[in-house]
């Protein structure tokens, strides 16, 4: 067996060109586009190109794009006095501080300064932990797990009844993705560094999603035959073969596992691509929400 590749290329490129046709309409209706507004702070390399590629994405789909750019010394208030002026702002429909901030200041406490309706990374406490309660409906989700799920979904790949694990519990990705899969009716183990006898359990799972940020940590022989693979890893590793000395993996033992499973998401081209994808469907919505359009 020979797994299906769940291709991120082509499924990110169908939700960012629905968010771009949506954003047309709105344009058209209210004469506004959903403009998002990035907060970047200190001179890291990989914030910096992560912050090019979703003012481009904004741009290519019609949206407004705005990046604020902060010396690594910007202090706790002078990154907070930003927020609060974004939250004010009316023609800033999202609000994203990229992470991770210079060593020093208060993620925590700059996130949680983020308006409701404006937390299109969806890492407000509020919108957490609606998530993760039966019964209630976040504002928005985070954009990385909502793309694994987009990702299951849009590849015809049933949740509901099937047995999920996620192997890794960041706040960023194991703990919604975990919520999510739980709220399409699937029944989830979270697993992590502790778990005993991970194989065992990975073995059982008909979906495994793999965020633990180890390079090919997961191992084909771990799998059930015919299973879904979501790899949210990406990891740089050493490959003499390459121009740069380097090459990027997953969390997943990619060529082990595509001879076990059923569908798989390569990296890159998988799950990467839709995080910003998402984020433009997020920033649609928060529009949509703050003018009051079904």
């Given at each position: 067996?020979?797994?299906?590749?769940?291709?991120?290329?082509?499924?990110?490129?169908?939700?960012?060109?629905?968010?771009?046709?949506?954003?047309?309409?709105?344009?058209?209706?209210?004469?506004?586009?959903?403009?998002?507004?990035?907060?970047?702070?200190?001179?890291?390399?990989?914030s910096q190109s992560y912050v090019t590629s979703k003012g481009r994405?904004?741009?290519?789909?019609?949206?407004?794009?705005?990046?604020?750019?902060?010396?690594?010394?910007?202090?706790?208030?002078?990154?907070?006095?930003?927020?609060?002026?974004?939250?004010?702002?009316?023609?800033?429909?999202?609000?994203?501080?990229?992470?991770?901030?210079?060593?020093?200041?208060?993620?925590?406490?700059?996130?949680?300064?983020?308006?409701?309706?404006?937390?299109?990374?969806?890492?407000?406490?509020?919108?957490?932990?609606?998530?993760?309660?039966?019964?209630?409906?976040?504002?928005?989700?985070?954009?990385?797990?909502?793309?694994?799920?987009?990702?299951?979904?849009?590849?015809?790949?049933?949740?509901?009844?099937?047995?999920?694990?996620?192997?890794?519990?960041?706040?960023?990705?194991?703990?919604?993705?975990?919520?999510?899969?739980?709220?399409?009716?699937?029944?989830?183990?979270?697993?992590?560094?502790?778990?005993?006898?991970?194989?065992?359990?990975?073995?059982?799972?008909?979906?495994?999603?793999?965020?633990?940020?180890?390079?090919?940590?997961?191992?084909?022989?771990?799998?059930?035959?015919?299973?879904?693979?979501?790899?949210?890893?990406?990891?740089?590793?050493?490959?003499?073969?390459?121009?740069?000395?380097?090459?990027?993996?997953?969390?997943?033992?990619?060529?082990?596992?595509?001879?076990?499973?059923?569908?798989?998401?390569?990296?890159?081209?998988?799950?990467?691509?839709?995080?910003?994808?998402?984020?433009?469907?997020?920033?649609?919505?928060?529009?949509?929400?703050?003018?009051?359009?079904?």
């Open positions: 067996m020979t797994a299906q590749l769940i291709d991120g290329k082509i499924i990110a490129e169908a939700v960012r060109r629905e968010a771009a046709e949506e954003t047309a309409k709105l344009k058209a209706q209210t004469g506004q586009a959903p403009t998002l507004a990035v907060v970047l702070v200190g001179d890291n390399p990989a994405a904004c741009e290519e789909a019609g949206m407004g794009s705005i990046t604020h750019r902060l010396p690594a010394t910007a202090t706790q208030a002078e990154v907070e006095e930003l927020v609060r002026a974004l939250n004010a702002d009316p023609a800033v429909n999202g609000i994203l501080v990229q992470l991770p901030l210079p060593k020093g200041l208060d993620e925590e406490a700059v996130l949680n300064l983020i308006s409701l309706n404006k937390d299109v990374d969806g890492f407000h406490p509020m919108n957490i932990g609606q998530l993760v309660m039966k019964g209630r409906t976040p504002q928005f989700i985070p954009c990385t797990p909502a793309g694994c799920i987009e990702m299951l979904v849009r590849s015809g790949i049933e949740i509901a009844g099937k047995d999920a694990v996620v192997v890794g519990r960041s706040n960023i990705v194991g703990v919604p993705v975990a919520a999510l899969l739980q709220n399409a009716d699937a029944t989830v183990t979270t697993c992590h560094s502790k778990t005993k006898d991970l194989p065992a359990k990975v073995r059982n799972a008909d979906i495994v999603v793999a965020a633990i940020g180890r390079p090919e940590y997961v191992r084909g022989e771990w799998l059930k035959p015919g299973c879904a693979v979501i790899d949210v890893g990406i990891n740089r590793i050493p490959d003499a073969t390459k121009k740069s000395g380097a090459r990027l993996v997953g969390d997943v033992a990619f060529a082990e596992a595509v001879e076990v499973a059923g569908y798989i998401t390569p990296v890159p081209g998988g799950v990467g691509l839709m995080t910003v994808a998402m984020l433009l469907t997020n920033t649609v919505r928060a529009f949509k929400l703050q003018h009051g359009i079904a």
